[in-house]
């Protein structure tokens, strides 16, 4: 992306596509919010409000300090932020429990950039791409089994990323619609081969309210560089998770703690000046 488009490019803009986002596919769905019994939101909601309750008394927590906890709530929820918020600092915790019996490929968080219904497009396929796309080109290939190996011809690979200047399509201005994103249908044997370029690392908007946070706080606002997939196939468990790049600088200390030693490629130079990677998807049952 050029500068005078990164420039344009508002915490509050892209919070407020994310909150859009999540309201249009996740709160009234069978996963959403409607659906929590009243026990569970007694017990939970309980529980963490306690919480809050040992952490002011243990650390006597003054009047400035609760009125800058209100002054910031407040904010994140002008700047759209609270997607961001809890993906970044919460959602690696839900996705530990919801995984933890999973035998076949690691998953990890999906963060707030998700769309649905990406362009569909073949086994070996490039992602939808600006001309000239800024980048070192990336081949990634893999096949698509089960947790037993079983081939899965009818497995989808819903891929999306970053573009080289840290920027996702749909979440800020100037980038065509679906620019880095595609539902990669596997092949015969389940196989795939994704043309792209390689991802930047991301720092999550430092102008809103959670880069206040992280300013505040004095912690970094990175992400590793990273590929988002969601991997799915008629009676398996879907498969949310990314892939990362090893010897990248923040692979250690990322600002959303969904680094897996699993997760990471090792990419190899090919040919043509690019690079090329496998990774292989195992799905579990359903
Ligand atoms: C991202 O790109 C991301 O993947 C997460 C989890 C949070 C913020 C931005
Ligand atoms: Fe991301």
Known sequence: MSASQAGTATAAASGAAATQRF???KSDKPSGAATVGKERVDLL??????????????????????NALKAW?????????????LDVWIEHAVEE????????SKGTIEGPYYVPDAPRL???AALPMREGEAGVPLVFRGTVTGADGTPLPSATVEIWQADDAGYYSQFAPGIPEWNLRGTVVAGESGEF???TIEPAPYQIPTDGACGELIAAAGWHAWRPAHL??????PGYRTLT???YFRGDTHIGDDIASAVKPELILDPVASAGGGREVGYDFALDRE
């Open 241 to 243: 998770t990314q892939l």
């Open 45 to 66: 909601a309980r529980e963490v409000i306690e919480a809050v309750h040992a952490t002011i008394r243990e650390h006597k927590v003054t009047y400035a300090e609760y």
């Open 228 to 233: 988002h997939l969601i991997v799915s196939a």
């Open 73 to 85: 709530l407040i904010k994140v929820g002008a700047d759209g932020e609270w997607p961001l918020f």
């Open 193 to 195: 081969a994704i043309s």
């Open 23 to 25: 309201v249009t596919d």
């Open 122 to 124: 073949p086994a070996e």
């Open 97 to 104: 429990v919801a995984n933890e019996n999973r035998s076949g």
